[in-house]
């Protein structure tokens, strides 16, 4: 990765991650495909970089990639670079395609524990060098947020955050909703943290607070070893055993139907209870996008408790993929892991007290 000094002016010292995506992509004149292009070529469609009263740095992937190409071990990328970056600067942007942008802001979230400063991720759905691109709103936007203050003198945002079409979402509550629209993100069960209008309209009481006591602590190792299973009527046994028995499986993730209900056919119970005889994580997640699995509420989620499968509340796929992904890169045991799933790390997941 190279580092480009872009402009030297004023307080914030704000530095942009430049992954690819749409926001930097051209149309290839021979195949009509959009592709990436180098962040030299794409900060000559941002003039108005020059304009802001911060100290503006940039870097770039050696290749920008479109997202839908992303790894985990990009993930390590950027946050190798922002932990190695960390001290000097007071926020960070990351440029990056909308198609994965929710699992990169998910992963982010646990990867830099403590972290104590913004980090906005966007992007956009029409490249910079079009007309009319969403793209300089976005980017100029979320270079803003990143700076802002609070009025303790400290970072308005500290966590990680998508910002795209006005709105300011918690990264791990985020999933792409719309694949051509302007509006294409959606935070289905949190509030928007801001609102981008004529002013910057923040909720300051939904923000997360950082703790002082921490220092960030960025982590790296991340176990893949997870896999996603929708249900649908008529999924058939073949297909679930198949599933069930990838080698070197660690956890599950069930997208089951409303507030968390799976069929009751004592063959697929069965198949679920020796998942759990093997050591492997089952997650119940709802297809609906909005409202949270509530097991128990149901006969047909009874059983899957029974089965030992773990309730994923609100959460979305994203999040509860790259959480887990994150938990099986430590070294903890089974029951540690279940714990963690059952707590909210980084305001990932609503979980309600049980009235006492
Ligand atoms: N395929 C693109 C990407 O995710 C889509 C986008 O950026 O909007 O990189």
Redesign the pocket.
């Known amino acids: 990765m190279q580092a480009d000094n872009h402009c030297a002016c004023a307080p914030a010292r704000i530095l942009i991650i430049y992954t690819?995506?749409?926001?930097g992509m051209i149309e290839n004149p021979k195949t009509g495909a959009l592709e990436n292009f180098e962040w030299a070529q794409f900060k000559q469609h941002v003039p108005e970089l020059e304009r802001f009263p911060y100290h503006i740095d940039a870097i770039s992937f050696d290749t920008p990639i479109?997202?839908?190409d992303m790894e985990p071990n990009q993930w390590g990328e950027m946050c190798r670079v922002i932990a190695d970056n960390y001290a000097n600067y007071d926020g960070f942007v990351l440029l990056h395609?909308?198609?994965?942008m929710a699992f990169t802001a998910s992963a982010l979230s646990f990867m830099l524990e403590g972290l104590a400063k913004p980090v906005i991720v966007t992007?956009s759905?029409l490249p910079i060098s079009q007309l009319r691109t969403d793209g300089k709103e976005n980017l100029l936007t979320s270079i803003e947020i990143a700076a802002a203050r609070g009025g303790d003198g400290l970072p308005r945002v500290p966590e990680v955050c998508i910002f795209f079409e006005n709105k300011l979402l918690r990264g791990n509550r985020t999933s792409k909703v719309n694949s051509e629209g302007f509006n294409a993100f959606h935070s289905p069960n949190l509030p928007s943290l801001a609102h981008a209008g004529i002013h910057i309209k923040y909720r300051d009481h939904l923000i997360r607070r950082a703790d002082p006591t921490q220092t960030l602590t960025p982590h790296y190792h991340l176990d893949s070893n997870v896999m996603c299973l929708t249900l649908f009527p008529g999924i058939q046994r073949e297909a679930v055993d198949a599933v069930f028995s990838i080698p070197g499986l660690r956890a599950i993730v069930l997208k089951t139907y409303g507030s968390g209900n799976a069929p009751q056919k004592p063959w697929f119970v069965e198949r679920l209870r020796r998942l759990n005889e093997r050591d492997i994580i089952v997650v119940n997640t709802t297809q609906c996008s909005l409202g949270t699995v509530e097991m128990g509420r149901y006969e047909t989620s009874l059983q899957l408790i029974k089965a030992g499968v773990l309730g994923g509340y609100d959460t979305t796929l994203e999040c509860v993929l790259t959480k887990l992904m994150y938990l099986l890169g430590h070294d903890y045991t089974t029951e540690q892991i279940i714990r963690l799933m059952n707590t909210s790390l980084v305001g990932e997941v609503t979980i309600e007290q049980p009235q006492a």
């Open positions: 690819g995506g749409t926001i479109d997202s839908s395609g909308t198609d994965t992007g759905q």
